[in-house]
């Protein structure tokens, strides 16, 4: 059976040919129906660029899409028609973004947004207004019928990101880019957005490919890890092993940076990198 | 989950900008006025006539104010209310078409065969007999009364042939009131839409685009709009006025929508509705330009402004609009021999121009608080 997603020595450039700095540099990896996969890394490891490249978000120029495959479906994204990036676009590959509140445009309502959604690629769907409703209410938006009205600026942080992924949701994506939802969110909120994407992929065949710097969110989340750093893929394997017994040791000096509940410690550890390269 | 979207309210985008421009008071107010000088510009021949709507002569009633109507006139007066009427009963399949068909036909044909009938004479005498407009004198009428000052027969005071300034304002707020209006919808659209590509493509189209701008705002406006009405040989025809008042006055929207969409190009939301599917023309139109409309809408109302004072200037220099056709710019540079003992010449034109700039500007700043979710309603 093919893969849902499978993307073959991926490399992305950027700036002028002659001194080219290549923010992917060749990556390869795949993804199942249902499945959800972690792309763990620093800032600047490439791992936003890699998600964005999924669909050709990143607009070339500037980025070149120097060499690599990445198949959806059967289908090479990277020689897809314009046309046809809409389509998957939000139909088959849904993104969540970093920063829930000014992701939503801040003149529409949110019913309006999640409208548009809807309108996009499901131009079939006879009774919309019921739909977004029952979007909001997937997300855990309590009275969602009278939520509609609301502009994002109304909104909390959280109560936006749900937003965001009722938009998401609203075209039933087989494939959800999540690209560090939780970054901009303070802690508690995190856990109820993680706990939130964690029962959707329960009620949902979907996978998840959740992009983050914090191996805190990974453990019980992702069936599957793949550590980036300075472009490459470092390592990858199954959570529970790599956490275990992490082999590279820019990944060992990731999961040392997180502090561990009972331990004593004076300083919080930081990567020394002199010791990795 | 058992929801019917029917049972739901949700309120449209332009049906709430309606909603919170009615809650501003001066917006509402200012709007209202605005109605009001175009009705007063619209139906001038019926409120600024020398000519009687009825009088009863020998002959039995006659109504010469309509023969003296112009083709333009009479269309205006026959087609609105007919585009009404088959607005509203356009449900009833063919036949509004139908009826609106043979209305325009023998709206033409009659035209076609008969003039104006423009004499000089006036129904001012016939006291009784006759029913004159609310001021019984046309804008282009002298009279032995010169230099009058405001008084009940000459609401606003005569000028040097004894000419009424109010028929004449009347009149002119066709002129004055279409030039603004239609001279900033020019440079809107054209400056909306060549700024909005210019910022969301940028490359080489920016770059043309804006030298090309610069180059034209070496010029003073006024030079320019006398040199193409000079080449194009065309004072004194309205709709050239417009559109060269239109065309030189759009690179500051221009700048401003291209700033605007620099700005929001940048910021996460456009991206988030690109990797929903949207396309160019989509994210263009309902992502960048509404968001954008607030300084748009009040560059625009400060534009009319513009406009009608660019027409004032033009008729001054006596390139603009010449008698017979007034404007208040023209009836405002009438004055300046006068101004020192004829202190109404300059104030009632001034004073309508100044009433019309207020009432956009107070538009255009109630629509931009309309316009953005995040303004609290004044």
């Given at each position: 059976m093919p893969s849902l997603l499978s993307v073959e020595n991926l490399a992305i450039q950027f700036g002028?040919?002659?001194?080219?700095?290549?923010?992917?540099?060749g990556i390869t990896f795949r993804m199942e129906p249902g499945e959800t996969l972690a792309v763990v890394g620093e800032s600047g490891s490439g791992k936003s660029v890699s998600a964005l490249a999924l669909t050709r978000l990143l607009a070339a120029p500037p980025a070149r899409y120097v060499s690599g495959r990445i198949n959806f479906d059967g289908r090479d994204v990277l020689k897809m028609p314009e046309r046809e990036l809409r389509e998957l676009r939000g139909a088959k590959i849904a993104y969540i973004f970093q920063e829930p509140g000014s992701s939503l445009n801040p003149v529409f309502t949110i019913g309006y947004q999640i409208r548009e959604a809807i309108e996009l690629h499901?131009?079939?769907?006879?009774?919309v207004t019921a739909e977004i409703v029952s979007a909001l209410d997937q997300v855990g938006i309590r009275d969602p019928a009278s939520r509609l009205n609301d502009y994002p600026h109304q909104l909390s942080g959280g109560m936006q990101q749900r937003v965001m992924i009722a938009m998401a949701l609203a075209c039933k994506p087989r494939l959800l880019v999540a690209d560090e939802p939780t970054t901009a969110l303070d802690v508690t909120i995190q856990k109820q957005i993680m706990d939130l994407l964690k029962q959707l992929k329960g009620s949902t065949n979907m996978a998840i490919l959740l992009i983050t710097h914090n191996f805190g969110l990974v453990s019980d989340f992702a069936d599957r890890v793949v550590v980036m750093f300075r472009g490459k893929i470092v390592e990858a394997g199954p959570t529970a092993e790599i956490l275990r017994n992490p082999q590279h040791p820019y990944t060992r000096a990731l999961i040392d940076c997180v502090p561990k509940l009972g331990q004593k410690q004076r300083r919080l550890k930081t990567i020394d990198y002199a010791g990795i390269k | 989950m058992s929801t019917r979207g029917h049972d739901i309210q949700q309120e449209g985008y332009w049906q709430r900008i309606g909603r919170r421009f009615n809650e501003n008071a001066y917006g509402r107010i200012a709007f209202r006025v605005i109605l009001v000088l175009f009705a007063i510009a619209a139906f001038a021949p019926f409120i600024a006539n020398s000519h009687a709507i009825i009088r009863y002569g020998d002959n039995g009633p006659e109504f010469p104010i309509f023969r003296s109507l112009e083709a333009i006139e009479w269309r205006f007066l026959i087609y609105v209310p007919l585009a009404a009427a088959v607005y509203f009963l356009r449900?009833?399949?063919?036949l509004p078409y139908i009826v609106a068909i043979l209305a325009i036909a023998a709206t033409e044909t009659s035209l076609a065969l008969t003039h104006p009938v423009n004499d000089a004479t006036n129904d001012r005498n016939y006291g009784g007999s006759a029913i004159m407009p609310p001021i019984p004198y046309s804008p282009n009428e002298s009279s032995p009364a010169q230099f009058s000052p405001p008084s009940w027969q000459h609401w606003c005071g005569t000028d040097y042939t004894g000419r009424d300034i109010a028929a004449r304002m009347v009149h002119g707020a066709r002129t004055s009131l279409s030039i603004g209006f239609v001279a900033v919808s020019i440079a809107l659209l054209v400056g909306v839409t060549l700024g909005g590509l210019a910022g969301f493509y940028r490359g080489w189209f920016d770059i043309a685009l804006f030298r090309f701008i610069e180059i034209l705002d070496c010029f003073p406006p006024l030079l320019l709009i006398l040199v193409v009405i000079g080449v194009f040989n065309s004072q004194n025809n309205m709709f050239v006025i417009m559109a060269v008042i239109g065309l030189t006055s759009w690179t500051g929207l221009a700048r401003l929508v291209r700033g605007e969409f620099l700005r929001l190009v940048g910021q996460p939301f456009p991206q988030a509705a690109r990797a929903l599917g949207a396309g160019d023309i989509h994210i263009i139109l309902r992502h960048l330009l509404p968001n954008a409309l607030g300084p748009i809408l009040v560059s625009a109302t400060f534009g009319v402004a513009s406009a009608i004072l660019i027409e004032s200037s033009l008729s001054f220099l006596g390139f603009g609009m010449q008698a017979p056709t007034s404007s208040w710019g023209d009836i405002l540079s009438d004055a300046r021999l006068y101004i020192d003992f004829a202190w109404w010449l300059a104030f009632f034109p001034g004073l309508a121009i100044l009433i019309t700039i207020m009432s956009y500007n107070f538009v255009g700043e109630a629509l931009r608080d309309a316009v953005d979710p995040r303004l609290k309603v004044k």
């Open positions: 002028p040919p002659d001194d080219p700095v290549r923010a992917v540099d499901r131009p079939d769907v006879r009774d | 449900k009833r399949q063919w």
